[in-house]
């Protein structure tokens, strides 16, 4: 298991399941079970995705060892503030029947709500409650924000990240300060994976299109959390491990940036707009 060691020390696997989406008990269960048979070792969820019963449930129904698996989620954005995010965080524990969570993340930076929320995370990476403290779609501006107020900086950035929006500024920031990233929407919801160009050039090496576009990320150095509830592209997403991507299909790849956001742009005044009923 291909591991990367974060700004604390603590060793994340660079490959896990994203979640989002799962809200059917059996398709979740089956799909974080067949996962970790493969031998993922990280789970995505978040309380926005309804799920973390289920998530909870896989975990403690597989053989493997709790503390084998790093699983993230994440604090919602109606219940930010500080006393409500460590309220969130017992409910989430409780859900997913855990005593303590490998990483807890801002989900979105809500405006005037953020910092607070992040004041808390600290305080139950203090507690030993959580391993890794972090954020997720925060920008330049949010990462500058925090700066001012926290005692201890982020440690993962959770960010929409694939060919189509590459990131490239965001990452270099997250990275000259040690903060590693997280991609979501790795596989950009899916939306990329008939581009005729991008199936040509993983035939070359008996590859599908989804596995050298996940192997694209790993050498750019990003944590990835692709979803499926199929299980043989479980599978096939986590067999990225034994190729490597020539330099001029890097080069191509890299022109397929074109600022092709699939979520909220936390940068934009009005984005809590986006989540309205949610
Ligand atoms: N922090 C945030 O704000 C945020 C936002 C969105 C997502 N996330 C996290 O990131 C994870 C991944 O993002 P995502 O779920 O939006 O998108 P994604 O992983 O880029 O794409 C998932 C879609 O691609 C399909 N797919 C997966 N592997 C495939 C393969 N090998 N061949 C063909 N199709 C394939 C899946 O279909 P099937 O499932 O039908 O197989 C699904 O429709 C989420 O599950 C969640 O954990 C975080």
């Known amino acids: 298991m291909l591991t990367q060691t974060l700004s604390n020390g603590v060793k994340m696997p660079k490959v896990g399941l994203g979640v989002y989406k799962m809200t059917d008990e059996a398709e979740a269960i089956e799909a974080i079970t067949t ?3 493969v031998g993922y070792r ?47 965080f017992e409910k989430s524990l409780e859900l997913l029947e855990l005593d303590y969570l490998d990483s807890y993340l801002v989900h979105w930076p809500v405006p005037g709500k953020y910092a607070d ?8 990476y203090e507690e030993k409650l959580i391993r890794v403290p972090g954020v997720s779609n925060h920008h330049e501006e949010h990462l500058l924000e925090l700066e001012k107020t926290a005692n201890i900086k982020p440690v993962i950035n959770q960010i929409e990240c694939h060919p189509r ?27 990329i994976l008939s581009d005729e160009a991008l199936i040509k050039m993983a035939q070359k090496y008996n590859k599908t299109a989804a596995q050298l576009i996940l ?9 990835i959390i692709p979803k499926s509830v199929t299980p043989s592209r479980i ?44």
């Open 35 to 37: 996962a970790l048979e």
């Open 42 to 88: 990280a789970i995505d969820t978040a309380t926005l995705y309804a799920n973390e019963k289920e998530v909870g449930k896989a975990i403690k129904a597989s053989s493997v060892p709790r503390e084998d698996i790093f699983i993230t989620t994440k604090v919602w954005n109606t219940d930010q503030g500080y006393n409500e995010t460590l309220r969130a």
């Open 117 to 124: 929320t992040y004041k808390a995370i600290e305080r139950l």
């Open 165 to 191: 929006l590459q990131q490239n500024e965001l990452i270099a920031f997250c990275k000259a300060r040690d903060i590693a990233v997280t991609a979501w929407g790795p596989l950009s919801r899916g939306r």
């Open 215 to 223: 192997r694209w990320h790993l050498e750019r150095d990003t944590i």
């Open 235 to 278: 599978k096939e997403n986590f067999d990225v491990f034994d190729f490597e991507l020539e330099k001029e299909d890097m080069e191509q790849i890299a022109l397929y940036d074109s600022n092709g956001r699939t979520g909220a742009n936390s940068s934009e005044p009005d984005f809590m707009s986006h989540f309205e009923g949610m």
